[in-house]
């Protein structure tokens, strides 16, 4: 995740997505029965950097990496969220500083209200 997060400062967030992508491969791959518990919140905690990653393609990227960075960014919420619905609590509502404005996505602002308990 360091390198990672060193990615992302520096706004090369596709390669900051890549080395997430790896992670989540070598967690699954790795995966025990006796850790899964531990090993899917890992993933869902990486899911949410990477869906937070694509939000930035989408928001400051090239107009044609913006289709495939919301698309990648909402199924990447939502699969976080389905593995550990506790990740809603890092979103700031209603602005968040890489997903953008929720109250002006009405898709985002739908999977939020769908976790927010």
């Known amino acids: 995740m360091v390198m990672a997060?060193?990615?992302?400062?520096r706004k090369d967030f596709q390669e900051a997505i890549n080395i997430v992508t790896v992670c989540?491969?070598?967690i699954k791959n790795r995966m025990e029965p006796e850790t899964e518990a531990i090993s899917k919140?890992?993933?869902a905690d990486?899911?949410?950097?990477r869906a937070?990653?694509?939000a930035r393609i989408y928001h400051e990227g090239a107009a044609e990496l913006k289709?495939?960075?919301?698309?990648?960014?909402?199924?990447?919420?939502?699969e976080s969220l389905e593995l550990s619905p506790e990740n809603i609590a890092d979103i700031?509502?209603?602005?968040?500083?890489?997903l953008g404005d929720l109250t002006k996505d009405r898709e985002l602002?739908?999977?939020?209200?769908?976790?927010?308990?």
């Open 24 to 26: 989540i491969a070598e």
């Open 92 to 98: 700031d509502y209603p602005s968040d500083e890489d």
């Open 67 to 78: 289709a495939k960075a919301r698309a990648d960014m909402l199924r990447d919420l939502r």
């Open 41 to 43: 919140k890992d993933i």
């Open 109 to 117: 602002a739908e999977l939020y209200k769908q976790f927010k308990k």
């Open 52 to 54: 937070h990653y694509s």
């Open 46 to 49: 990486l899911l949410f950097n």
């Open 5 to 9: 997060n060193m990615n992302y400062e």
